[in-house]
């Protein structure tokens, strides 16, 4: 055997050597890439969340004293309010339907997850399910395909009636 011979093969043996050990360190590198990666994302996630959680709780608290009065009145009570009143509790109301609508769009994103839009979609329904005074204004909002402008396709995509 040539020196010539020997040296290239210790010199494709160094080469083959380097070769694994450059592919072991950058598969090892991509791995914990990966993992940063998912791991980031996951924490970006969860911080969407609680800002979604902790904006749609404060804007439900400014109205939820209003929103339950509204809840409570019969129809014949709502009927005999003076036109001012009425103005502003059907504001509050739609801001109602407006928070209702948002968070059914996030969590149909998948921004908010499902035990949270489970709670709140029970809380909203049972607001919505004990006001006739409440169901009438949903029904005036949605004529003439109002209710796409609450990111629905139909009428009954959030409210239901709890029997």
Known sequence: MSIELIVGIIGSAVTLVIGLFGGLITHRFNKNSIKHFEQTAKIEEDRLMKELFTEFNQRYDRINNKIDKVSRLPEDKWEKLKE???ERYSGVVIDFFNICAEEYHWHSEGRINGKIWAS??????????????IQNLWTEECKNEGYKSYYISKKDEIFTLNE
């Open 84 to 86: 001012e009143k009425k």
């Open 120 to 133: 709140w979609h029970k809380g909203m329904n049972d607001i919505y399910s004990r006001s006739q005074v």
